[in-house]
């Protein structure tokens, strides 16, 4: 599943590519992809048509396009965003119109530039709606769609507050991966960059959240921020086809892992084998020597 680094990477690839692009129409091919548009797929792609795409934005696995309708719509329209998450497949590719079409593509938007914004989604968990942006209490000129301002602000944006977020993580009563993967503690962290940043903290993922001291909750956030940083430079981790960036090409992070998917591989630090465990749907992967297991540990 896409993680902050590659929905990032898809921001990126989307801010140099469409940014002042206007939708000429939407075709909707399949309409799981707008499920939950208020009013479904016809009001989705009417609130989209004719609008200008503005400079993307991301608050962890959200990501969004803000909208500019010339002339002003009227009362009671905007200030709106197309807002796209990616679910476990979902691509945006920005393409030629006479491209050869992907047998995946679920939504195509017409841009007057001659080129398609096209959805793709094999198995079609990702979503797509045009929802209105709401401003954020803590940052009141900041605004970000309704529909992610449950979740906490992710470790690169600006207004990320690590002290705070250090002294949450402490209060929680969990383990430090439950916490870690908490979208309304930190957004945007999933499985494979929990793992990355405990293995370089030499933390078990089991350990209490309570007995880690904020000092190290700060380094732990350090490691979470580090990793990111090197996946984003490396356009993200693709270990099958499903995640490609707009132009349709994968990230290459997964040669640089150090402990996810790496089961019975020498651990780079020290040599002893990676081993993988069953956490709650998911798995963990450890280095045994260098996180061992706490004598009082928290799932």
């Known amino acids: 599943m896409p993680e902050l680094p590659e929905v990032e990477s898809v921001r990126r690839g989307l801010a140099g590519l469409v940014v002042g692009a206007r939708v000429e129409s939407v075709r909707i091919v399949h309409p799981r992809l707008v499920r939950r548009q208020p009013e479904g797929p016809a009001a989705f792609a009417g609130l989209l048509r004719g609008a200008r795409l503005l400079a993307p934005r ?40 006479e491209d050869p079409v992907h047998p995946h593509t679920r939504v195509v938007a017409r841009l007057d530039d001659g080129r398609d914004l ?25 605004s970000v769609p309704a529909l992610a301002l449950h979740i906490g602000r992710d470790p690169l944006d600006p207004h990320f507050d690590e002290v705070v977020w250090a002294d949450r993580l402490r209060r ?32 078990h993922w ?12 700060l380094e732990l956030l350090g490691h979470v921020r580090d990793v990111m940083a090197a996946s984003m430079a490396s356009g993200g981790t ?37 081993v993988r465990e069953a956490w709650t749907n998911r798995s963990s992967f450890r280095c045994p020597a260098c996180q061992p297991r706490p004598r009082r540990a928290r799932v």
């Open 58 to 97: 991301r608050r962890g696995k959200f990501l969004w396009l803000p909208l500019e309708r010339d002339p002003v719509a009227g009362p009671g329209v905007g200030p709106d965003a197309l807002v796209v998450h990616l679910g476990m497949s979902g691509q945006v590719r920005v393409v030629e119109r």
């Open 118 to 142: 096209r959805f793709v989604d094999m198995r079609m968990f990702g979503r797509l709606e045009v929802d209105e942006l709401l401003p954020t209490p803590d940052v009141p000129d900041d």
């Open 172 to 203: 929680r009563r969990t383990g430090l991966k439950r916490a870690l993967l908490d979208q309304t503690l930190a957004s945007g962290i999933g499985n494979i960059y929990a793992d990355e940043a405990l293995w370089r903290s030499r933390l």
């Open 206 to 217: 089991a350990r209490p959240t309570e007995t880690l001291p904020r000092a190290a909750a």
């Open 238 to 274: 693709s270990f099958d086809a499903l995640y490609v960036d707009v132009n349709g090409e994968s990230g290459y992070y997964d040669r640089a892992l150090s402990a996810y998917g790496r089961e019975g591989l020498p651990c780079p630090r020290c040599g002893t084998a990676v």
